[in-house]
């Protein structure tokens, strides 16, 4: 239901995935009625099976939706049975606001129920969401939160002067429920529980609503609204400040079966293709290389050193303005040639950074605005932003013309030349994505207590529709690339975007999601982890970093100084654990006390003769692994199976310290996770370690033969459900695994 030429794109993605299929369904339960309609006044709620256990709920007062609204749900899902496909607004059963009616899809149940007791004079009937045990039993995961006389649970406010409205939608949850996912937000929380998170884009922050919940269920929030999600300790609620349209799926899985509710989540939202085998090399930037000669040495000297390299980065201000999607010719002379020679030294691919901003300036800008391809805002077409000392509006990515003007220039200016990755930086939507205006005079005033541009767009308002943004700016390159390469959607992908934010379903689309321009201190490090075991949550397997943090801590004096011992160990640490998150990527805006290139450098031989033999030992390591990534990629594609594995995923069952570790989001949990099905991975986060305590979680039942753990450089193997404290040199990272060191190597782990 979504601009048009991505829903088709989008459709002919879950063809490919239903292909995949491997659950029997010969023996699932299919559902046993095809919706329902419940009126209750001015008020209508549409509830459809969907997927496997799964339900669509859609509702509206007064006006019913017109087809045209955003969706970011898979219609029909990846898997499923056929008439659980939610694909119109069909029911086969209307019931009023007393009636009792219940549908079953598989395991899941949604009933209707009325706060008063069914058969009571209330008309306030309300959805409840039960799981299907193996045994018979039920279980309610939760159900619409309606204490009496509490604010009604489906609720709708007009506060405009159009029909929009604001909802906010109130569910029951229990104190010792777990929140797993919400996108990413740089708070050291796995469990989410407690929080309140606002649901607008910033640098770093990408608040999603999505969530698997330890009672069984997975949820989504299918609005492109801002708003916010809140998890307390009795309601959790969602609310989207001007919408036309609620519409939220749940699915379930058995008790502490998160690789199945994750499966059933992804059918919902769409599954990743499989990446670049080079891309799951060493990925190398800096902010910035400033010209086609500094660019070549660049490959020279990786190619001198002997070191293996995958990608190449061109960073921002490699253009003479914003918004011609072009390098200037004056510092960029010959790309094509360059991108020769690049891969004849390297064999490395390269990628270039790209701004969704337009100044006066640029020669885009006159057909821009005329055509009108350019963000506005509610006061007129007004500036969004400011950058370097130049106003900018933003390219609307929610517009598919101007999608496509935009591709029409990256094609001409560089993909035809041999630059076919793109860094899509500032994508957060509204402005340039930092949570204060006027970006580029930011020196003396760093928080400016003003709302945001309020922008409008061809889709809608910042408000109504600002959570799109990112992702339709993902969609734009997507498109773009598959048209270029004449493939389609869910196919495997020749290059890639790197994108700062992204949304629902943003793993189907060839582009990494990292964490943001992070600052270059111990504290940050350890930050990422968390936030990296949220989006793998929400779903966004092909997560990456910047490697040693993007920017100084103007408190820390060493912090990204590559001349300062303090920050080339952390930048060490930071680098070892890299090798085990799904993309390698080095990059930052670093400090130096010696200069000899127009930014600090950044590349592997820079942090030290002590260092250069470890960095580029974890470089040739990530190689090493090259079988077993393309395996657990190939997993994620094929049913969701995720990638970074936060511990509740593979030890709930085996291990109650793990439950009862991931509800305090303490440390282990938060700073411990699987990369992939074998290697347990905890990085250093603290300096001048020597040793490292790591719990290793119970395996298995000690009865059914529970697998020991290795210890990668030693050897040493230890038993699960206990502290262990490892050497932890500066060389080591500290790294389990289970099974044999050669089935990692050879990707035999499924
Ligand atoms: C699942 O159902 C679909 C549609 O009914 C059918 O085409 C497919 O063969 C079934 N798959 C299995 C494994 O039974
Ligand atoms: C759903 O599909 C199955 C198989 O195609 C069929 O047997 C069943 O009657 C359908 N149920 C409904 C409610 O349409
Ligand atoms: C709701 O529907 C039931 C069953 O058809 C009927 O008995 C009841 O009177 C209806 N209630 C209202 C308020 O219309
Ligand atoms: C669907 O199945 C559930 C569970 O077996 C049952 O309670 C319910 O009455 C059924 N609903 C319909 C519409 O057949
Ligand atoms: C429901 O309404 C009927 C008719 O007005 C009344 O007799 C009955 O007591 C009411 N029931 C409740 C639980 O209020
Ligand atoms: C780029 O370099 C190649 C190889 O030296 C040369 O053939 C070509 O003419 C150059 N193109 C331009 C635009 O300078
Ligand atoms: C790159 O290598 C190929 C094959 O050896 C060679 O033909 C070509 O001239 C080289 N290109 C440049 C720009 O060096
Ligand atoms: C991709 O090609 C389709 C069909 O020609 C076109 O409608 C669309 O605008 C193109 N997308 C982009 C981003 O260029
Ligand atoms: C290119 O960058 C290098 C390194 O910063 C610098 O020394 C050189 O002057 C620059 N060359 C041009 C043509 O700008
Ligand atoms: C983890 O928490 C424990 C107890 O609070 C603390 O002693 C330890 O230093 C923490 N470890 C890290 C790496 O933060
Ligand atoms: C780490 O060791 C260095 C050198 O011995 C010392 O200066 C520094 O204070 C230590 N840092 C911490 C956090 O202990
Ligand atoms: C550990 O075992 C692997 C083979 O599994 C071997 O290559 C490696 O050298 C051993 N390491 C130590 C420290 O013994």
Same mark, same amino acid.
């Given at each position: 239901?979504?601009?048009?030429?991505?829903?088709?794109?989008?459709?002919?993605?879950?063809?490919? #995935?239903?292909?995949?299929?491997?659950?029997?369904?010969?023996?699932?339960?299919?559902?046993?009625?095809?919706?329902?309609?419940?009126?209750?006044?001015?008020?209508?709620?549409?509830?459809?099976?969907?997927?496997?256990?799964?339900?669509?709920?859609?509702?509206?007062?007064?006006?019913?939706?017109?087809?045209?609204?955003?969706?970011?749900?898979?219609?029909?899902?990846?898997?499923?049975?056929?008439?659980?496909?939610?694909?119109?607004?069909?029911?086969?059963?209307?019931?009023?606001?007393?009636?009792?009616?219940?549908?079953?899809? @598989?395991?899941?149940?949604?009933?209707?129920?009325?706060? %008063?007791?069914?058969?009571?004079?209330?008309?306030?009937? +309300? %959805?409840?969401?039960?799981?299907? *045990?193996?045994?018979?039993?039920?279980?309610?995961?939760?159900?619409?939160? $309606?204490?009496?006389?509490?604010?009604?649970?489906?609720?709708?406010?007009?506060? @405009?002067?159009?029909?929009?409205?604001?909802?906010?939608?109130?569910?029951? =949850?229990?104190?010792?429920?777990?929140?797993?996912?919400?996108?990413?937000?740089?708070?050291?929380?796995?469990?989410?529980?407690?929080?309140?998170?606002?649901?607008?884009?910033?640098?770093?922050?990408?608040?999603?609503?999505?969530?698997?919940?330890?009672?069984?269920?997975?949820?989504?929030?299918?609005?492109?609204?801002?708003?916010?999600?809140?998890?307390?300790?009795?309601?959790?609620?969602?609310?989207?400040?001007?919408?036309?349209?609620?519409?939220? #799926?749940?699915?379930?899985?058995?008790?502490?079966?998160?690789?199945?509710?994750? +499966?059933?989540?992804?059918?919902?939202?769409?599954?990743?293709?499989?990446?670049?085998?080079? !891309?799951?090399?060493?990925?190398?930037?800096?902010?910035?290389?400033?010209?086609?000669?500094?660019?070549?040495?660049?490959?020279?000297?990786?190619?001198?050193?002997?070191?293996?390299?995958?990608?190449?980065?061109?960073?921002?201000?490699?253009?003479?303005?914003?918004?011609?999607?072009?390098?200037?010719?004056?510092?960029?002379?010959?790309?094509?040639?360059?991108?020769?020679?690049?891969?004849?030294?390297?064999?490395?691919?390269?990628?270039?950074?790209?701004?969704?901003?337009?100044?006066? #300036?640029?020669?885009?800008?006159?057909?821009?605005?005329?055509?009108?391809?350019?963000?506005?805002?509610? !006061?007129?077409?007004?500036?969004?932003?400011?950058?370097?000392?130049?106003?900018?509006?933003?390219?609307?990515?929610?517009?598919?013309?101007? +999608?496509?003007?935009?591709? !029409?220039?990256?094609?001409?200016?560089?993909?035809?030349?041999?630059?076919? *990755?793109?860094?899509?930086?500032?994508?957060?939507?509204?402005?340039?994505?930092?949570?204060?205006?006027?970006?580029?005079?930011?020196?003396?005033?760093?928080?400016?207590?003003?709302?945001?541009?309020?922008?409008?767009?061809?889709?809608?308002?910042?408000?109504?529709?600002?959570?799109?943004?990112?992702?339709?700016?993902?969609? $734009?390159?997507?498109?773009?690339?598959?048209?270029?390469?004449?493939?389609?959607?869910?196919?495997?992908?020749?290059?890639?975007?790197?994108?700062?934010?992204?949304?629902?379903?943003?793993?189907?689309?060839?582009?990494?999601?990292?964490?943001?321009?992070?600052?270059?201190?111990?504290?940050? %490090?350890?930050?990422?982890?968390?936030?990296?075991?949220?989006?793998?949550?929400?779903?966004?397997?092909?997560?990456?970093?910047?490697?040693?943090?993007?920017?100084?801590?103007? &408190?820390?004096?060493?912090?990204?100084?590559?001349?300062?011992?303090?920050?080339?160990?952390?930048?060490?640490?930071?680098?070892?654990?890299?090798?085990?998150?799904?993309?390698?990527?080095?990059?930052?805006?670093?400090?130096? *006390?010696?200069?000899?290139?127009? =930014?600090?450098?950044?590349?592997?031989?820079?942090?030290?003769?002590?260092?250069?033999?470890?960095?580029?030992?974890?470089?040739?390591?990530?190689?090493?692994?090259?079988?077993?990534?393309?395996?657990?990629?190939?997993?994620?594609?094929?049913? @969701?199976?995720?990638?970074?594995?936060?511990?509740?995923?593979?030890? !709930?069952?085996?291990?109650?310290?793990?439950?009862?570790?991931?509800?305090?989001?303490?440390?282990?949990?938060?700073?411990?996770?699987?990369?992939?099905?074998?290697?347990?991975? =905890?990085?250093?986060?603290?300096?001048?370690? &020597?040793?490292?305590?790591?719990?290793?979680?119970?395996?298995?039942?000690?009865?059914?033969?529970?697998?020991?753990?290795?210890?990668?450089?030693? *050897?040493?193997?230890?038993?699960?459900?206990?502290?262990?404290?490892?050497?932890?040199?500066?060389?080591?990272?500290?790294?389990?695994?289970?099974?044999?060191?050669?089935?990692?190597?050879?990707?035999?782990?499924?």
């Amino acid at each position: 239901m979504l601009l048009n030429s991505l829903l088709v794109a989008v459709l002919s993605c879950s063809v490919i #995935a239903n292909a995949q299929a491997a659950l029997s369904n010969s023996t699932y339960f299919r559902p046993n009625s095809t919706g329902f309609r419940l009126q209750h006044g001015f008020e209508t709620v549409v509830v459809q099976p969907y997927g496997y256990d799964g339900f669509r709920v859609r509702a509206w007062p007064f006006r019913p939706p017109n087809g045209n609204e955003i969706s970011f749900l898979m219609d029909p899902p990846v898997e499923g049975p056929s008439n659980a496909t939610a694909s119109a607004l069909t029911y086969d059963t209307t019931i009023n606001g007393t009636q009792f009616f219940v549908i079953r899809n @598989g395991n899941t149940l949604v009933k209707t129920y009325s706060t %008063l007791g069914v058969g009571d004079n209330t008309t306030q009937v +309300r %959805l409840a969401f039960y799981r299907l *045990n193996g045994d018979g039993s039920q279980t309610l995961l939760t159900n619409e939160y $309606a204490p009496l006389k509490a604010l009604n649970p489906r609720y709708y406010s007009w506060n @405009g002067p159009g029909y929009e409205f604001f909802t906010a939608y109130s569910f029951s =949850t229990t104190s010792d429920e777990q929140i797993y996912g919400t996108g990413t937000q740089q708070d050291h929380m796995v469990n989410k529980k407690g929080q309140t998170i606002d649901l607008i884009n910033f640098n770093t922050h990408i608040p999603t609503p999505l969530f698997m919940s330890s009672r069984g269920y997975g949820f989504i929030w299918n609005s492109a609204a801002e708003g916010e999600m809140e998890f307390g300790t009795l309601r959790n609620r969602f609310t989207s400040k001007s919408t036309t349209l609620v519409d939220y #799926a749940i699915t379930s899985a058995p008790a502490g079966d998160y690789d199945t509710l994750q +499966r059933r989540l992804s059918a919902m939202t769409g599954r990743a293709p499989l990446p670049p085998d080079w !891309s799951l090399g060493y990925l190398h930037s800096k902010l910035r290389y400033e010209n086609q000669t500094e660019f070549i040495q660049l490959a020279q000297n990786f190619h001198n050193y002997g070191i293996p390299v995958s990608l190449l980065v061109i960073d921002y201000q490699s253009w003479a303005h914003q918004g011609d999607w072009a390098l200037d010719p004056g510092l960029w002379p010959n790309v094509s040639y360059m991108a020769e020679v690049v891969k004849n030294l390297t064999g490395a691919e390269i990628m270039a950074s790209l701004w969704p901003s337009v100044e006066d #300036a640029s020669d885009n800008y006159n057909t821009m605005q005329v055509d009108g391809y350019l963000s506005a805002t509610r !006061s007129g077409p007004g500036t969004t932003d400011s950058w370097n000392g130049s106003y900018i509006r933003n390219y609307d990515a929610t517009n598919p013309a101007a +999608r496509s003007f935009l591709w !029409s220039n990256l094609y001409e200016h560089y993909y035809l030349n041999g630059i076919k *990755n793109f860094w899509i930086d500032q994508a957060d939507g509204g402005n340039l994505g930092e949570a204060y205006e006027n970006n580029g005079q930011s020196n003396y005033i760093t928080s400016i207590p003003y709302p945001l541009a309020d922008v409008l767009y061809h889709a809608g308002t910042q408000m109504s529709v600002g959570k799109l943004y990112p992702w339709a700016h993902q969609a $734009a390159i997507e498109e773009g690339l598959r048209n270029a390469t004449g493939t389609q959607m869910g196919q495997p992908c020749d290059s890639l975007s790197l994108s700062r934010s992204g949304y629902i379903g943003s793993q189907r689309f060839c582009s990494m999601i990292w964490s943001g321009d992070t600052t270059a201190v111990w504290e940050t %490090l350890s930050a990422q982890v968390a936030s990296g075991l949220s989006a793998a949550s929400t779903g966004w397997g092909w997560w990456t970093l910047d490697i040693g943090g993007f920017q100084a801590d103007p &408190t820390v004096p060493w912090s990204n100084n590559i001349d300062e011992d303090a920050y080339r160990e952390l930048y060490v640490r930071w680098q070892q654990w890299a090798t085990f998150l799904p993309f390698m990527r080095n990059h930052g805006s670093r400090a130096c *006390n010696f200069q000899d290139a127009y =930014t600090c450098n950044n590349e592997p031989w820079t942090y030290g003769a002590n260092n250069t033999p470890i960095v580029v030992s974890y470089i040739n390591l990530r190689y090493q692994l090259a079988n077993y990534l393309k395996a657990i990629f190939t997993q994620f594609s094929t049913t @969701g199976r995720m990638i970074m594995r936060p511990l509740f995923m593979d030890f !709930s069952t085996t291990d109650p310290n793990v439950v009862a570790m991931t509800q305090n989001n303490s440390n282990v949990t938060t700073q411990q996770y699987m990369f992939g099905p074998r290697l347990l991975v =905890t990085p250093v986060t603290l300096p001048n370690a &020597t040793q490292w305590s790591v719990y290793l979680p119970q395996t298995g039942a000690a009865s059914a033969g529970a697998q020991p753990w290795t210890y990668w450089w030693t *050897n040493v193997t230890y038993a699960g459900g206990q502290y262990v404290t490892v050497p932890a040199p500066l060389e080591h990272v500290p790294l389990f695994h289970l099974g044999t060191r050669a089935d990692v190597f050879s990707g035999n782990v499924f």
